[in-house]
């Protein structure tokens, strides 16, 4: 064998080797979580409250917690990416301030989600009065997934052929109508998408949370809003696993990671049937 | 007959900053309102969001910001604020990531693209999505339960240590390197590769210098995002990495201090210590002034990233 | 040009409109005839899709646009500033040269104008479907499959859809921009055929570089050439007794109007 031909094998190993390692790790994350953790849940665990600490009990109210969290992070999130989306491309033209939005996004989704709990703090829970509450952690969740929505409308709306807006427009279609038949019907999938996939990073997240919203005991259901925070899967687990000397805390660690890892999968499973459907409609065309 | 009551130039279309100029926006739609009022609080959002860290850290910027990037000691009890032993640890941390990530990532992103059957493509890439999706809270807990034991046993280092944070930290950031590589390999046109073959070109070399080529860009975007992504991770880093504040090497001990416990400058943000800094303005101050250097840093990375990217593209 | 105001459709004056630097038309004066098809014909590049689309105010939306002069319509200012714009286009429809089709049903595409609009109680759409439809020869084609998407249509099918969708707001006047280029000859006859049908009712302006399809359809006729009016009248006129010699040439075989 010439030595060409094993540069040839032996790149072509190693890459089939990164790949091969890449998968292995997803399959070896999900096998180890499942093995650990599936012998912890049942109904018990998944609805009564934790006790001792976290090393009895279960996580019910984590759960409901982490929905609540989703569920607002989710209401608070999508309108304000669509209007930011809606905006930059009804209202400027492709250029210079388009591209310094786009920018923009991008790098508010690069920024570490510590910063936004460390801003949330001080800025929503102290400044604004709101205390440790449910809603703190939702908006700052929200303006953390802001760029993943908004970046998949925009991209929706940039894949639309403009022969469409143009018919509307020749049929005397206003800018609204125009928005509202043509536009919106096409770009329900990337806002379907961008928000599943928003908040299925969102709801794994500790770190905006941990100074926000979460709490380790003591709550339920929460009664209001200011004051009122609640307990969230997460942080719960981050918690938990810094008992790591607690065979009993461990064990319960496993089964919270693989109710919320089964939680963020879900959410990013969701979305992608939109996803990928849109794109194999662009193949199509 | 009518008279034309328009004025003698019409200039349609769009006016400064690209704002559309039709005057029939004057008569403004309920949803160009809600547009506009959606966009504007968002944008005051993240307006606010950057100009806290301006905001908070400034004053003690200004007095004593020498102190917290010059000197490694980190003692608040004895006001002693500086934070290069953090990010000194940050920096080992994520270069010990890159390492891990840079090759595995690129190298699979590279098999995804252009050794998979098509037929197995859409599969494998939801798998690299879903490891992308796995919180980092559970990585952290892998990270403590199977891997600093594994860093223990083999003797590199102590379980929770910089060496053990910066492994975690290249397993968490691969698939981001792995899916941009890929994006970047796959976009190339086919006719590059064809006609790298037909010449005679090994797969390899084809890949090597028919493909690659394009895409070095995007495998750069993709090596600056994962960096950003790197130096950002708080949680998992948090729980294993030790937290040991002022972890400085001496003369010749370079090497030594990654396998020892460390503090980067997401764990300390990460800890309890933000709620006591809150009471003290100075405390405060320091760790706001942390906050925005990794602020600065990963937007510089993030924004750096984008610009080679192009338009479109992954997050 | 002269003639009583209630028989021009539309008058220009001194029409000049650039895009980014680049004039396409200058200075263009016309009277354009009521309830007659006038058709505007000229060399690809001459203009007349612009010139088209103005009538409209479909130019406006493009980049770098500048208009100078004045476009009378019913004796009123098309582009007076306070026109609500949208309501024009729904008396002025304009049917592109490339059919456009919403990716969505035959008849959601036919009542896409109509539904949106409001121009018609949904209890009348059915009818109005039926009408439209019968009208570009396509209901018979289509009866069965009324609810299948519109993107599996022919090139020819979709473009008589466009027509019926733009004839559905009930228009007073249709904007047409080459609409039988490239499209099969039975489709072209059949739509030639529905654009005569359109008069006396509705004033039709049709854009197209080809000289037969003057022949055959125009009433009235206006020669375009590098954004400049070189001649116009009734068809019969300027086509036998052409008095600008680019028009003769124009006319003449090989000497550009296919």
């Known amino acids: 064998m010439t030595p060409r031909r094993i540069c040839d094998r032996a790149f072509l190993a190693a890459c089939l080797a990164g790949q091969f390692f890449s998968m292995t790790l997803l399959l070896g994350i999900l096998a180890i979580v499942v093995a650990k953790g599936i012998g912890v849940i049942d109904w018990t665990f998944l609805t009564s409250p934790p006790a001792g600490g976290g090393r009895s009990g279960g996580i019910g109210p984590a759960i409901l917690g982490t929905l609540l969290l989703v569920v607002t992070t989710g209401i608070l999130a999508a309108p304000l990416a669509l209007g930011l989306a809606l905006v930059r491309t009804e209202y400027f ?13 991008y790098t508010i989704n690069g920024v570490p989600s510590i910063l936004f709990g460390l801003f949330g703090y001080e800025v929503i829970v102290n400044r604004m009065g709101l205390g440790k509450s449910w809603l703190a952690g939702g908006l700052v969740l929200a303006v953390m997934i802001l760029p993943t929505i908004a970046v998949s409308i925009h991209e929706q709306i940039e894949a639309l052929p403009p022969s469409y807006r143009d018919q509307a427009r020749a049929l005397g279609l206003n800018r609204a109508k125009v928005i509202w038949s043509v536009v919106l019907p096409q770009t329900l999938p990337g806002i379907l998408t961008g928000t599943l996939l928003g908040l299925g990073r969102a709801s794994g997240e500790t770190a905006p949370i941990m100074m926000t919203a979460a709490v380790f005991t003591g709550v339920h259901v929460p009664t209001g809003i200011r004051d009122n925070p ?9 918690v938990l696993a810094q008992d790591s000397h607690d065979p009993a805390s461990i064990s319960n660690a496993w089964g919270t990671a693989l109710v919320l890892l089964g939680m963020a999968f879900l959410l990013t499973l969701a979305s992608l049937p939109f996803r990928v459907g849109w794109r194999r409609e662009e193949e199509a065309r | 007959m009518g008279t034309s009551r328009s004025p003698d130039e019409t200039r349609a279309g769009y006016g400064p900053f690209g704002l559309s100029r039709d005057p029939r926006l004057r008569h403004l739609s309920t949803t160009a309102i809600a547009a506009w009022l959606l966009s504007l609080v968002a944008c005051g959002f993240i307006v606010a969001l950057l100009g806290f860290f301006l905001v908070e850290s400034e004053p003690f910027l200004r007095s004593r910001g020498v102190e917290l990037i010059g000197s490694p000691y980190w003692s608040y009890r004895h006001d002693r604020l500086g934070g290069l032993s953090m990010i000194l640890g940050t920096l080992i941390v994520s270069m010990i990531g ?3 990530a840079g090759p595995i990532g690129i190298l699979g992103g590279i098999g995804l693209s252009e050794l998979t059957r098509p037929a197995l493509r859409p599969w494998l890439k939801i798998m690299v999505e879903l490891l992308a999706g796995v919180p980092s809270v559970v990585y952290g807990l892998l990270g403590i339960l199977v891997l600093s034991e594994f860093v223990d046993f083999t003797g590199l280092g102590s379980r929770d240590s910089l060496l053990t944070a910066g492994l975690l930290l ?12 890929d994006d970047a390999c796959h976009a190339v046109a086919q006719s590059y590769r064809d006609v790298a073959r037909a010449l005679g070109l090994t797969r390899t070399e084809s890949i090597l210098f028919g493909v690659l080529p394009s895409c070095r860009r995007g495998i750069a975007a993709a090596l600056l995002l994962a960096l950003g992504r790197a130096l950002g991770e708080t949680i998992a880093v948090f729980l294993v990495v030790g937290r040991s504040d002022n972890q400085w090497p001496g003369t010749g001990e370079w090497l030594e201090i990654i396998g020892r416990s460390g503090q980067t400058l997401t764990s300390k943000l990460g800890s309890t210590e933000v709620f006591i800094a809150y009471s003290d303005p100075q405390h405060w101050g320091a760790v706001v002034s942390l906050g925005l250097i990794l602020l600065l840093t990963t937007a510089l990375l993030t924004a750096l990233g984008k610009v080679l990217m192009g338009t479109g593209g992954k997050m | 040009m002269t003639g009583p105001v209630e028989s021009v459709a ?4 001194g029409l000049k409109i650039s895009y980014g630097g680049a004039t396409v ?12 098809v006038t058709v505007i014909l000229g060399p690809s590049g001459s203009g007349k899709t612009t010139l088209l689309r103005t009538l409209n105010r479909l130019d406006e939306d493009r980049q770098g646009f500048k208009r100078h002069g004045c476009v009378l319509f019913d004796g009123e200012d098309l582009f007076d500033p306070d026109q609500d714009v949208n309501r024009l286009r729904e008396r002025i429809g304009l049917v592109f040269q490339k059919p456009i089709m919403f990716p969505a049903s035959i008849e959601s595409n036919v009542l896409f104008g109509v539904r949106h609009l409001g121009t018609s109680p949904r209890s009348e759409w059915p009818e109005i479907v039926h009408r439209m439809l019968s009208r570009v020869a396509l209901f018979d084609e289509v009866k069965d499959r009324l609810g299948d998407s519109a993107l599996h249509l022919s090139q020819g099918q979709q473009q008589r859809l466009s027509i019926a969708r733009a004839l559905a707001i009930d228009p007073e006047v249709l904007l047409l921009d080459e609409p039988t280029a490239s499209l099969d000859p039975r489709s072209a006859g059949i739509i030639g055929d529905l654009i005569q049908g359109l008069t006396p009712e509705k004033t039709v302006i049709l854009v197209t570089h080809r000289v037969s399809q003057a022949e055959g359809l125009g009433q009235f006729l206006a020669l375009v050439e590098r954004g400049r009016l070189v001649e116009s009248g009734p068809a019969s006129q300027v086509l036998d007794n052409p008095a600008d010699p680019v028009t003769r040439r124009f006319l003449s075989p090989g000497g550009g109007g296919a």
């Open chain 3, 10 to 13: 539309f008058r220009i004056q």
């Open chain 1, 230 to 238: 609640v307990l969230a899967l997460p942080y719960h687990l981050f």
């Open chain 1, 93 to 105: 033209q492709p250029g210079r301030v388009r591209s310094f939005f786009e920018l923009v996004l």
């Open chain 3, 25 to 36: 038309l200058h200075g263009l004066d016309l009277d354009i005839p009521r309830n007659q």
């Open chain 2, 170 to 181: 290249g397993i968490m950031v691969i698939p981001t390197v792995f899916t941009l590589t």
């Open chain 2, 98 to 100: 890159i390492s891990i």
